[in-house]
C-alpha cells in the first residue's frame, strides 16, 4: 500500500485557471512534510515545508497547505512557466521517507 | 553560496560493472542522502550520512554502497550493475543529521543519469 499518494496525476491547465494537487498520506508520526517541482532532466527543486496540521506557506503563486492526513498544493494563475512535475514526500516515524510519485502539471498558453 | 553539486552528469556503463558516483554538499552541510529515481517506482530513498556515519539505510541490496568524507563529500557505489540500476541518481544534503527522514528540509543536487546497457 502506498504510504503517499497524490492526485491527480496529470494535469492541463490553461494560462490563469487556477487549480490544487493533493497529497495524501497514511503515515503515522508526521516530522515533516516537503514539496519540490521538478524539471524534465534536473533535479527537484525546493518549494515548501511544512510540519503541523493548519500550517500554510506561500510562495509566488504557489500555495501549500497541510491536514492531519493530506496537503494541497494550490497553483493560483498559473503560467507556463509552472509546468513542472511536482513531487509530495513524507518524512514520518522512526527516520522514514516516503516519497510520491508526482503529480505532472502542463500549463498552457 | 553553491549548490549540492554532483559529478559525472551522464554514464554509460555495462551490466556487470561497477560505477562510482559523487556528491559535493552545500557549503556547510553535513548530511548527505541518495536516492534513485526511475520512471516506474519514483524516487526512492538509498541511504543518508552525516559525520561520515551512515545513519539511515532504504530497502537496497548491498551492491549499493556509499561512503562519506571528513570535508562532507560524498560517494556511491554500485557493484555488478544490472540493467534495472539504469536511473537517475540524486544526492541530497542538509544541515542536520537525518535529513528528510527527520523533517529536515533537503536540497537536490541535479543528478547521474546512470544508463546500464
Known amino acids: 500500500e502506498d504510504q503517499v499518494t497524490q492526485s491527480p496525476e496529470a494535469l492541463r491547465l490553461q494560462e490563469g485557471e487556477s487549480s490544487s494537487l493533493n497529497c495524501s498520506y497514511t503515515v503515522s508520526g508526521l516530522r515533516g512534510l516537503f514539496w519540490y517541482r521538478q524539471d524534465p532532466g534536473k533535479g527537484p527543486e525546493f518549494l515548501f515545508t511544512?510540519?503541523?496540521a493548519g500550517e500554510e506557506k506561500e510562495k509566488e503563486r504557489l500555495k501549500a497547505t497541510l491536514t492531519k492526513k493530506e496537503s494541497f498544493l494550490h497553483i493560483t494563475a498559473p503560467k507556463p512557466e509552472d509546468s513542472a512535475t511536482y513531487l509530495c514526500a513524507v518524512g514520518y516515524g522512526n527516520n522514514r521517507l516516503a516519497f510520491g510519485k508526482g503529480n505532472q502539471v502542463v500549463v498552457i498558453p | 553560496k553553491a549548490g549540492v553539486t554532483q559529478t559525472p552528469r551522464y554514464l554509460i556503463k555495462t551490466r556487470g560493472q561497477q560505477v562510482t558516483l559523487s556528491c559535493s554538499p552545500i557549503s556547510g552541510h553535513r548530511s548527505v542522502s541518495w536516492y534513485q529515481q526511475t520512471p516506474g517506482q519514483g524516487l526512492q530513498f538509498l541511504f543518508e550520512?552525516?559525520?561520515?556515519?551512515?545513519?539511515n539505510k532504504g530497502n537496497f541490496p548491498g551492491r549499493f554502497s556509499g561512503r562519506q568524507f571528513s570535508n562532507s563529500r560524498s560517494e556511491m557505489n554500485v557493484s555488478t550493475l544490472e540493467l534495472g540500476d539504469s536511473a537517475l541518481y540524486l544526492c541530497?544534503?542538509?544541515?542536520?543529521?537525518?535529513?528528510?527522514?527527520?523533517?529536515?528540509?533537503?536540497?537536490f543536487g541535479e543528478g547521474s543519469w546512470l544508463t546500464v546497457v
Open positions: 550520512y552525516f559525520s561520515e556515519t551512515q545513519r
Open positions: 541530497a544534503s542538509s544541515p542536520e543529521v537525518g535529513g528528510a527522514a527527520a523533517g529536515n528540509t533537503i536540497y
Open positions: 511544512l510540519y503541523s
